[in-house]
């Protein structure tokens, strides 16, 4: 909630808020992956109550460790980590998928910096996921 108060409050205008499910040094999830999926599917109801669409970023193995086989069925923005264009297009396909949903990004590291590419067929409908400053 301080998250959709601060959007609110900054005025800030975005068609979709990903929440980012990955183990990170700065903030580790616990060990129980139902409490983990609680958690998420809490964040995704207090986005959605407030209006905001929603999708997921993260990877199918590290959405497994951390939340198990939680399902939201929501767009996907997908990382492939320190590879190519090629193998970030490549986690588009309808096997690569996280948790159910459609695949919109995906992105992977070169020369130090996240790099993102739509998936097929998502160009055509940009302004459903960026919004145009």
Known sequence: MFNVGSLRETGF?????WIDVEPVP???WSD???ANAAV?????RAYTDAGYAIGVYSTPYL???VV????LGVPEWRAAGH????EALARCAADRSIQGGPA???QWVEADRDQNVTCPGVAAELDRWFHQY
């Open 63 to 65: 959405w497994q460790q």
């Open 40 to 44: 998420v599917e809490g964040v995704a």
């Open 26 to 28: 700065d903030f580790a």
């Open 32 to 34: 129980d992956a139902v």
């Open 83 to 86: 590879t190519s264009r090629q």
């Open 68 to 71: 198990g086989d939680l399902a």
């Open 104 to 106: 919109v990004l995906a």
């Open 13 to 17: 205008a975005t068609p979709v808020v």
